[in-house]
């Protein structure tokens, strides 16, 4: 290329560059709305003021959206109970505090950053869109002041951490807009129970409306939706106290189009873009049809999800209390505590709800920690991967009182849970083996 063609180039290239947006906003060079928008890199996404639809167009939201998705599909709002009700004259700036601040001309702040890092120079910070979705707060020196990823809305994207911290009994929440029209604060959420600090739960106001299986190794296997070319990767990573929760998907461009995220109507939905048929695609939801719901088989019934319609059974050795087992079941012989109680397993199962976590068990010891005590009603044991153990790969889960929200899965999704029976009670389900320990008991 002689010298000629290359100016040219050059000249073009910086042509284009100022027709294009940027990804970055540099302190000197605000976004001034309604027009201006940063673009991430890659084109999948875009920030800038939006107004939801069908709403009459009063209300304003600095948000992150799909760029290339044509049904505007927000990811992320930044000022959702406070939204702008003038829009010619609001700006998006970093200040010289190396701060974001969305403000108007006359100079009300509808949101801004706050960090926990402080900075000696201050001025310099410069914010990026960056490919995965990601707004990031950098300082001059490239220490990140802030990010979009720490301050969830109502979506998970892939790479985006979920976080709980088990002993400050804090976590990281997805709460859902009020309405599609309405991005503020709704009724519905997703976090981490932090009293076990093992489990997620949906949330209806401060009522449990779902609850994960407790986390194990398990989790980490990858799931395939069917006919899909791509593969989705889960990992939860223990770090101390903190436990994260987060996503990947082995096709890069197709896992930008993927995400999970807490729909207003209380559904937590895998949801992938399907250009052909120009929509999302529900890949999987939560709670899901029949008994899938918190509790919705009575104690001691298990909702059995291997069956077309969901629905409430009871585990051998109980029968209905009621009519059936959806109002719960109850034993058909009491436990004798000292004398000859055993474990029945039931394989493949979500274990109940509300455990209690005893650390650095071996599997013998934490069933010798069930049977020592008569109130134990059931235990489980597993393994976890290095990254989720934090040094003890032991997950000894021991249940008290009454069990409920249990679930019958696929082999892939449940694990073994050890129920304990009064000494004399037969099997009558040939599928759920019966286990006996060989230990004396040493209730006092
Ligand atoms: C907006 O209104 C149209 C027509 O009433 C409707 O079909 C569409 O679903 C609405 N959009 C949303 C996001 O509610
Ligand atoms: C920072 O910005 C504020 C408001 O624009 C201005 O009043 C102040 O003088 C600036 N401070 C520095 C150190 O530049
Ligand atoms: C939570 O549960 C209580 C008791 O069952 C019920 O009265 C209340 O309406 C529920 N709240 C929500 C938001 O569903
Ligand atoms: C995408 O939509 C088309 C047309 O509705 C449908 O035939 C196809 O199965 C969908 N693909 C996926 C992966 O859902
Ligand atoms: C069976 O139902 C009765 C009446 O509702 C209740 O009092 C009892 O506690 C239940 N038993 C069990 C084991 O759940
Ligand atoms: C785990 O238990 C073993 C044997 O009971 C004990 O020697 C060890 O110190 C314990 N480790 C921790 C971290 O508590
Ligand atoms: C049995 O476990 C319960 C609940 O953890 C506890 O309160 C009780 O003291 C234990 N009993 C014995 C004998 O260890
Ligand atoms: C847990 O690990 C131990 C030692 O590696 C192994 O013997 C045991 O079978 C494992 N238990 C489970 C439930 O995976």
New binding site residues.
């Given amino acids: 290329m002689d010298l000629a063609s290359l100016s040219t180039s050059l000249f073009l290239l910086s042509l284009v560059s100022l027709c294009i947006s940027d990804d970055q906003l540099e302190p000197a060079k605000p976004l001034v709305f309604p027009n201006d928008k940063l673009i991430s890199n890659n084109g999948f996404f875009a920030l800038g003021l939006f107004s939801p639809a069908n709403s009459s167009s009063t209300r304003f939201y600095l948000g992150i959206w799909y760029n290339n998705v044509p049904e505007h599909t927000v990811v992320w709002v930044a000022n959702r109970d406070n939204p702008i009700t003038i829009s010619s004259a609001a700006t998006l700036a970093v200040t010289n505090r190396s701060e974001l601040v969305l403000s108007d001309t006359e100079g009300r702040i509808y949101w801004t950053t706050t960090s926990s890092v402080t900075t000696t120079g201050g001025a310099g910070a410069i914010a990026a869109l960056l490919n995965d979705g990601n707004l990031v707060l950098r300082s001059s020196e490239g220490a990140v002041l802030w990010q979009s990823f720490d301050h969830p809305t109502d979506t998970l994207l892939p790479g985006m951490p979920l976080r709980m911290n088990y002993r400050m009994h804090i976590t990281q929440q997805l709460v859902s807009w009020k309405s599609p029209e309405d991005p503020s604060t709704g009724d519905f959420s997703v976090g981490g129970d932090v009293s076990s600090g093992i489990q997620f739960f949906i949330w209806h106001g401060s009522n449990i409306s779902w609850r994960s299986p407790p986390l194990s190794s398990a989790m980490n296997s990858p799931y395939q939706p069917s006919d899909a070319s791509y593969v989705i990767f889960t990992s939860v990573v223990v770090n101390g106290d903190e436990i994260s929760l987060t996503y990947s998907v082995s096709d890069g461009s197709v896992g930008l189009q993927l995400h999970t995220r807490i729909a207003y109507t209380g559904r937590y939905e895998y949801r992938i873009w399907n250009s052909t048929a120009s929509a999302w695609t529900v890949l999987d939801r939560h709670p899901g049809p029949g008994c899938d719901g918190y509790a919705s088989c009575?104690?001691?019934s298990y909702c059995d999800v291997t069956e077309a319609v969901p629905t409430c059974k009871c585990p051998d050795g109980f029968e209905p209390?009621?009519s059936t087992p959806s109002?719960?079941?109850?034993?058909k012989e009491m436990l004798r505590c000292g004398d000859g109680d055993h474990f029945t397993t039931l394989p493949h199962v979500k274990t109940p709800a509300m455990p209690v976590f005893v650390r650095n068990r071996s599997s013998d010891g934490c069933a010798a920690e069930c049977l020592g005590n008569c109130s134990c009603k059931a235990y489980a044991y597993a393994n976890m991967s290095s990254a989720m153990s934090g040094g003890d790969p032991s997950r000894c889960l021991l249940w008290f009182g009454?069990l409920v929200d249990m679930g019958k899965y696929t082999h892939i999704d449940g694990e073994d849970l050890y129920l304990r029976l009064a000494g004399s009670t037969e099997p009558n389900n040939w599928k759920w083996a019966r286990l006996a320990f060989p230990f004396s008991s040493s209730c006092s």
């Fill in positions: 009575g104690p001691f209390n009621g109002g719960g079941c109850a034993r009454e």
